[in-house]
């Protein structure tokens, strides 16, 4: 199976910084995109922000010029820099994987178990 193990939430005060990471791990072959999404309390869980495997990078408009995605595919791994936080960024966390377990075309969507973003004074 694969794995996708968050870090790096925590408390924060408005116009701080964090940074997310989510690795993957098990049976990896490749993995095409990777994304984090978030959900804060009674809202419906939204995409922040995706990178493909191109590296090509799609944001959210809520967090244009804020946040940055990367990835480090030697470590299968996704980052979330985030800069001048702001309350509304309050919310958990989730990374998500398009992962290729073989040669074959088929991919798996494989999701972390989130970890908590709190930005307040």
């Known amino acids: 199976q694969v794995q996708l193990v968050e870090s790096g939430g925590g408390l924060v005060q408005p116009g701080g910084s964090l940074r997310l990471s989510c690795a993957a791990s098990?049976?990896?072959?490749?993995?095409?995109?990777m994304g984090w999404y978030r959900q804060a309390p009674e809202k419906k869980r939204e995409l922040v922000a995706g990178?493909?495997?191109?590296?090509?990078?799609n944001y959210a408009d809520a967090v244009k010029g804020r946040f940055t995605i990367s990835r480090d595919n030697t470590k299968n791994t996704v980052y979330l820099q985030m800069n001048s936080l702001k309350p509304e960024d309050t919310a958990v966390y989730y990374c998500?994987?398009?992962?290729?377990?073989?040669?074959?075309?088929?991919?798996?969507?494989?999701w972390g178990q989130g970890t908590q973003v709190t930005v307040s004074s």
């Open positions: 998500n994987a398009n992962v290729r377990k073989d040669s074959s075309h088929y991919t798996y969507l494989y």
């Open positions: 098990g049976r990896i072959f490749s993995i095409n995109a």
């Open positions: 990178i493909n495997s191109g590296d090509t990078t």
